[in-house]
Every structure is written in structure tokens, then in C-alpha cells.
């Protein structure tokens, strides 16, 4: 298992340093920003979407090595998606996090297991997850003000 959790800890490094699809989108169909002032990130999502497909997902934001991760393998995990399937994923990682077995839906989260250990840390799950919150938040239509995990 040490071997897996020294891989996953590379992947969440990498996309720590060299986060993916980063930085505003333009043209976007909207945006959410989320706040977890528990560990000061901040995290703002981009979407665009054609008809019911996902085309386009970025975001921007200052956050500790969890939350950029986070939300970098999360770009890369639905963009192209259809919206349900987003859905579903985010449904599926969301439980993956808060360990509530009832909310798995069978969604294979492929990279995103990487980030499973963060489970085991209470405290980083608000981390992980921020950015889901946010990409939830811009799917149903973007928000007004922030989400915050509080
Ligand atoms: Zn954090």
C-alpha cells in the first residue's frame, strides 16, 4: 500500500505544481467561486458548455496542495463529459470523500482516486472538495456569491 500512496502523493504534486487547465475561459457560460476559510483556499471555476456537453472547464484560484489538485484533475476528469455524466461523477467522488457508501453510484473515478487517502484527514476533505462544490454551483447556472464549505 506505501508504494500506491507515495504514487498518489506524486500525482497530487504534480497537479500541485503544474496544475491543469488554469486560468479564466473565455467565452464562458458561467462561473462559481468557492471559499473554504478553514484552510484560506479560493478557488474560481469556468465553464462553458454546447447544448449538454461540457466543452470547456478551468479554474483559477490560491489554495493549498489538495485543493489545486483537486481541481485540476477535476477539469480534466469532465471536461467533454455530458452534464449527467458530471453529475455522477461529482455525486460519486463527493461520497468517495465523505466515505457515505449510500451516495456511491458505481461512477469509475479513475485518476481521481489519487485523491481517496485525503478521506483520512478530515480537515483536507473541505480541501478536496472545494472545487466540486464550485463546478456543482457554475453547472446549476453559476452563483452570486461564493460557496463557502462552511
Ligand atoms: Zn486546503
Redo the contacts with the bound molecule.
Keep these: 500500500m506505501s508504494d500506491l500512496r507515495d504514487l498518489y502523493q506524486q500525482v497530487i504534486l504534480d497537479h500541485y505544481r503544474a496544475p491543469r487547465n488554469f486560468g479564466p475561459l473565455e467565452p464562458v457560460s458561467s462561473c462559481a467561486e468557492g471559499y473554504?476559510p478553514l484552510?484560506g483556499?479560493k478557488v474560481k471555476v469556468y465553464l462553458r458548455t454546447d447544448g449538454e456537453r461540457i466543452e470547456g472547464l478551468t479554474f483559477e484560484g490560491v489554495?493549498?496542495a489538495?485543493?489545486t489538485a483537486s481541481a485540476s484533475l477535476m477539469t480534466e476528469a469532465v471536461r467533454g463529459l455530458e452534464r449527467f455524466e458530471a453529475e455522477a461523477l461529482l455525486a460519486s467522488f463527493l461520497a468517495l470523500m465523505t466515505g457515505d457508501g449510500e451516495g456511491a453510484n458505481g461512477v469509475p473515478l479513475g485518476k481521481l482516486e489519487v485523491l481517496s487517502g485525503v478521506k483520512d484527514y478530515p480537515v483536507r476533505i473541505k480541501?478536496a472538495t472545494l472545487a466540486w462544490h464550485a463546478l456543482r454551483a457554475a453547472l446549476q447556472g453559476g452563483d452570486a456569491e461564493a460557496v463557502s464549505t462552511e
Design positions: 473554504n484552510c483556499d489554495g493549498c489538495i485543493s480541501c
